[in-house]
C-alpha cells in the first residue's frame, strides 16, 4: 500500500487495516514511520469526517467530580455555597468567570470546556 492522502471510506479502511497490521512495530523503523505516518493520516480524516463536540461544561464539572470519587459537595467553597452549587448543577445559573478560574485550579478541568454554554443554554437560542 503506496501513503496517499485519505479521500474516500475505503482509503480510511485500508488505512485502518494498515495501521493494524503495523501496529507495534518498532519506533523510528520504516514499519514504525509507516505506522505514524498513517496515523496522523487517519486521526485528520476522522477529525474532519467524525468530529467529536466538546462535552458540556456540567457534564464535564459531574465527570471530573466521579473520576476523583467526590460528589458535588466537593464544589461548595470552589463555586459558592450550598445553594450556588444547587443552581449550577441544576443549570438554573451559568457558571461566572471565577467559578471557571476556580473549576479550573481545583479539579484541572480545562476553561475552554467551561466557558462553553450549557445544553439548556444551547436550547434557549435555538427556539
Known amino acids: 500500500m503506496k501513503i496517499k492522502p485519505i479521500r474516500t471510506n475505503?482509503?480510511?479502511?485500508?488505512?485502518l487495516?494498515?495501521?493494524?497490521?503495523?501496529?507495534?512495530?518498532?519506533?523510528?523503523?520504516p514499519e514504525g514511520d509507516r505506522l505514524d505516518v498513517l496515523a496522523t493520516l487517519v486521526d485528520a480524516y476522522e477529525n474532519e469526517h467524525f468530529p467529536i463536540d466538546p462535552p458540556d461544561p456540567i457534564e464535564a464539572i459531574r465527570f471530573r467530580l466521579e473520576q476523583q470519587g467526590l460528589d458535588t459537595s466537593a464544589l461548595v467553597?470552589?463555586?459558592?455555597?450550598?445553594?450556588?452549587v444547587y443552581e449550577v448543577m441544576q443549570r438554573k445559573r451559568a457558571l461566572s468567570l471565577e467559578?471557571?478560574?476556580?473549576?479550573?485550579?481545583?479539579?484541572?478541568?480545562?476553561?475552554?470546556i467551561l466557558i462553553r454554554?450549557?445544553?439548556a443554554g444551547r436550547r434557549r437560542r435555538a427556539a
Not at 77 to 84: F, K, L, Q
Not at 99 to 112: D, Q, V
Open 99 to 112: 467559578m471557571i478560574r476556580r473549576l479550573h485550579e481545583r479539579f484541572g478541568i480545562p476553561a475552554e
Open 117 to 119: 454554554p450549557t445544553r
Open 17 to 29: 487495516r494498515e495501521i493494524q497490521r503495523l501496529w507495534g512495530a518498532k519506533e523510528a523503523s
Open 10 to 15: 475505503a482509503d480510511y479502511e485500508l488505512a
Open 77 to 84: 467553597g470552589v463555586i459558592g455555597g450550598r445553594s450556588r
